[in-house]
């Protein structure tokens, strides 16, 4: 057990760092069973050969039913009588139409069923007439039936026994027991009739070896629709367009079961419990045959009425065709489309008359005004040989880290194997997509190296099929081999048709989404990604200058100044955001912390900063709209300084996640946010304004919006403060009254004092009576607020709130009405 723990924590620590984290072993797990489930998808592929052979038929009738025979012959029958014997490749063996006497109207075949072992045929007209099957010359009939016959079916019960069953236009089902056939069908000495031997019903039912049954079933006709016996349930299966009654099984007793607009076609296996139903509303249902109520699934596809169903149990798989031509095969137990053919690939056109499925010569039969047949790819025999692949096999590989074998197919198929008992371990496709493995190496810590014919070359853990890294995108040259080198960087090389030698660095770049970035001209680029790595190039070289880890890095910056200053420890400062705390890092030190401090307010996530002009003041946004603004020109220039940065302001610019940017050359603040607002502040945090229709200008402060702030951020519930109740006559600051602070104190000595932004009751009132609104008599002040835009995430109202209101003007005269039968022609 503890081997087996171990050789699972190898497969999972695919970076060789002796610790795995709880996501990690989830990323394993969700990875490895989704491989496992392709795996299982591809074992079940199948396939037609397209477009299938066709053979076209001269003009005349359409085709009643497909059979086929136990002695390879299929058996097409149209409705005036003609009879074609065809080869399982559809070449015509035979055909034979009905002789009739000129004075009669000839009989249109309904339905016809083979009897293979007594060598009859059975044909459906307005008797039921017996054929011998290899002469096709009539034999006998049986007449004076109560209502034609529409649906034939046959079943073999025994030595010398059978069961011949018909449904008609009355909704009835017509069963034949029939005991010593052959000498019960000495009916060909009886009298003839336009020269076949005929018997009556009611003679058939004086047989002492025959039994009658027939009784009402549907509400509807059975014809279009199917009747069928099944001896291994002993049970009669009936359908038709009657919903109540749409199917109907009888044994013992019926079992009925209700299907909107009915049921056309049906299959049933015994040996999966399965009764599948399709009819004129498209869809398939699969149903428990003892459980009438509700079906078990449903098999969403076609677009057009069901015509044919067929089960496969054999191949677990269920054949639909529709009649606007598309076949589909679907899996029995996940019950998942496995393969569609379209008309357009197939070829079949016309309208469709007959279906049948052999799973003798694993094809299928369609007839439209053609007769086309569908064959089921199938491999090459291969004798006794075991294969590994289904496709030849072009690398395999040991790898000594895991004791495992993994080889390599022209599809794109790794497959990995236990050495020690030569069982398959796991098993993923489409690793280079369309293009074959060519070649496959290891690296120190067992990963996979394969190369593809593509010229892609990718990096893997083969044990649930994560794909770790892409060294090389797909390209025309061939990858022809890969090695994995060590000198003292690790390397992994490869070659091709290319005629270059490639040497790519193991470990270079993210592992996650690179979220950042910051230049530092002319040599140092940063960037930081989702996972929390900072890494510090240096972009004359290309090499990596450091590599840091915190967490996750949504803004960097560069402190230029402190890259002159190097009188100081922090000869290269470069500033991170993380989760509510900025990080003051030495990138020439090797990535030293110098300096960290909780920066949001609210504790929330720091989504950017901006640095002033001079560098002294650094301006940090969080997701929920705050500006805070501290003094770092004298901060962190010693390592492990505790101290937090002196807050010199801070404000409520927006009420969600913020960008904003320092224009130095106006010496203003511009910041954007998900709230759609674009907005501009001084640097001390006096709202300017953006995009109203008022002139302004950034030189004229009298034109600026300040001591006003946005209304939203005035309304929303994170702008209050959480200790001082609203009361008449009180201040509510949009920023916050400022902690007295030593530190901001003597930074109020060295800057200018700060206008505070504060915002009294009288100002509100102000403001409002000069808000540039119609006249709206009748309704009280407070219902203005009613008509401005908000969003909808903080309790905005609808669009139609920002209609204006007009005054209805009373009229002095009123005007006639118009006449509306003007211009309007009579009907």
């Known amino acids: 057990k503890n081997e087996l723990i171990q050789e699972l924590f190898k497969k999972i620590d695919y970076l060789g760092n002796g610790k795995i984290r709880w996501d990690d072993f989830c990323t394993y797990m969700q990875l490895e069973y989704k491989e496992k489930e392709e795996s299982i998808s591809r074992s079940k592929q199948v396939a037609f050969v397209l477009p299938g052979s066709t053979v076209t038929m001269c003009h005349g009738e359409p085709m009643v039913r497909i059979c086929y025979s136990p002695n390879g012959t299929v058996v097409t029958i149209r409705e005036d009588g003609t009879a074609f014997y065809w080869t399982p490749e559809l070449q015509l063996k035979k055909r034979k139409m009905q002789e009739r006497p000129v004075n009669r109207k000839p009989k249109w075949a309904t339905d016809f069923i083979t009897m293979p072992q007594f060598n009859k045929l059975i044909i459906g007209t307005r008797e039921i007439q017996f054929y011998e099957f290899s002469s096709l010359d009539p034999y006998c009939q049986i007449g004076a039936l109560e209502t034609i016959p529409l649906k034939l079916d046959y079943s073999y019960k025994g030595p010398d026994e059978c069961v011949i069953l018909f449904g008609d236009a009355q909704g009835c089902v017509n069963i034949i027991l029939m005991e010593m056939v052959g000498e019960t069908l000495m009916w060909k000495k009886s009298p003839k009739v336009e020269n076949v031997p005929s018997v009556a019903i009611e003679n058939v039912v004086l047989s002492p070896s025959v039994r009658f049954i027939r009784w009402k079933v549907h509400d509807d006709w059975v014809n279009e629709f199917q009747v069928r016996y099944f001896a291994s349930t002993s049970t009669v299966i009936s359908t038709s367009n009657h919903e109540l009654t749409a199917l109907v099984i009888t044994a013992w007793d019926q079992t009925v079961f209700s299907v909107y607009k009915g049921v056309k076609t049906f299959d049933f296996c015994n040996k999966h419990r399965l009764l599948v139903t399709g009819g004129l509303d498209r869809l398939i249902r699969t149903w428990n045959p003892y459980v009438p109520r509700k079906p078990t699934g449903t098999l969403k596809g076609h677009s057009a009425p069901i015509f044919y169903l067929c089960i496969s149990s054999e191949d677990n798989r269920i054949f639909s065709v529709s009649t606007d031509n598309m076949v589909k095969i679907w899996g029995i137990h996940d019950q998942s489309c496995l393969f569609q053919a379209h008309p357009k690939a197939s070829l079949i056109c016309g309208e469709m008359t007959a279906c049948l499925y052999s799973s003798s010569v694993r094809a299928l039969y369609v007839a439209t005004d053609s007769i086309s047949q569908l064959c089921l790819k199938t491999p090459p025999p291969q004798g006794h040989l075991v294969m590994s692949h289904r496709e030849p096999v072009l690398c395999c590989g040991y790898s000594e880290e895991l004791h495992q074998v993994v080889s390599c197919s022209e599809q794109s198929v790794v497959k990995v194997w236990d050495c020690d008992t030569g069982t398959q371990v796991f098993e993923f496709g489409n690793a280079h997509g369309f293009s074959a493995i060519s070649c496959l190496t290891f690296d120190s810590k067992g990963r996979l190296i394969t190369g593809g014919r593509d010229g892609s070359l990718k990096a893997w853990n083969f044990n649930n099929g994560q794909c770790l890294k892409i060294f090389r995108e797909g390209e025309s040259h061939k990858v022809c081999d890969c090695a994995y080198l060590t000198v003292n960087r690790k390397y992994v090389m490869s070659v091709g048709w290319d005629r270059r030698i490639h040497v790519y660095p193991q470990r270079s770049g993210h592992k996650d989404d690179i979220l950042c970035m910051a230049l530092c001209p002319p040599t140092l680029l940063a960037t930081g990604s989702h996972d929390g790595e900072v890494l510090v190039w240096n972009m004359v070289s290309g090499h990596l200058q450091c590599h840091i880890l915190t967490i996750s890095v949504l803004s960097i910056l560069f402190m230029r100044t402190q890259l002159l200053n190097t009188g100081h420890m922090a000869a290269a400062c470069m500033v991170s955001s993380g989760a509510r705390y900025i990080h003051f890092w030495n990138v020439l030190n090797g990535g030293q912390l110098l300096a960290s401090f909780e920066a949001s307010r609210l504790k929330r996530q720091i989504t950017k900063m901006a640095?002033?002009?001079?560098?002294?003041?650094?301006?940090?946004?969080?997701?929920?709209?705050?500006?805070?603004?501290?003094?770092?020109?004298?901060?962190?220039?010693?390592?492990?300084?505790?101290?937090?940065?002196?807050?010199?302001?801070?404000?409520?610019?927006?009420?969600?996640?913020?960008?904003?940017?320092?224009?130095?050359?106006?010496?203003?603040?511009?910041?954007?946010?998900?709230?759609?607002?674009?907005?501009?502040?001084?640097?001390?945090?006096?709202?300017?304004?953006?995009?109203?229709?008022?002139?302004?200008?950034?030189?004229?402060?009298?034109?600026?919006?300040?001591?006003?702030?946005?209304?939203?951020?005035?309304?929303?519930?994170?702008?209050?403060?959480?200790?001082?109740?609203?009361?008449?006559?009180?201040?509510?600051?949009?920023?916050?009254?400022?902690?007295?602070?030593?530190?901001?104190?003597?930074?109020?000595?060295?800057?200018?004092?700060?206008?505070?932004?504060?915002?009294?009751?009288?100002?509100?009132?102000?403001?409002?009576?000069?808000?540039c609104y119609p006249t709206e008599p009748g309704k009280l002040r407070h219902e203005i607020f009613k008509h401005t835009n908000k969003l909808l995430n903080h309790g905005g109202d609808k669009v139609y709130h920002s209609l204006k209101y007009f005054d209805i003007v009373d009229t002095s005269t009123i005007s006639p009405s118009p006449d509306l039968h003007a211009g309007i022609k009579p009907l």
Not at 679 to 697: K, N, P, V
Not at 709 to 720: F, G, K, Q
């Open 611 to 771: 640095l002033s002009k001079q560098e002294n003041w650094l301006y940090v946004a969080d997701e929920v709209g705050y500006i805070s603004v501290f003094e770092i020109d004298a901060y962190a220039l010693v390592p492990d300084q505790q101290q937090t940065a002196p807050k010199v302001n801070y404000w409520r610019g927006h009420v969600g996640s913020i960008t904003l940017q320092v224009i130095t050359a106006e010496e203003v603040l511009l910041t954007s946010s998900v709230d759609c607002t674009v907005r501009l502040w001084s640097i001390h945090g006096e709202f300017i304004t953006f995009g109203q229709a008022d002139r302004w200008s950034i030189h004229t402060p009298s034109s600026w919006q300040h001591p006003t702030a946005p209304h939203e951020v005035l309304i929303d519930p994170l702008s209050m403060p959480a200790s001082l109740p609203l009361k008449s006559g009180h201040q509510v600051s949009v920023e916050n009254s400022l902690d007295t602070e030593k530190d901001a104190n003597k930074a109020d000595d060295r800057n200018p004092p700060l206008p505070s932004l504060s915002i009294s009751d009288s100002d509100i009132e102000n403001a409002v009576n000069n808000a």
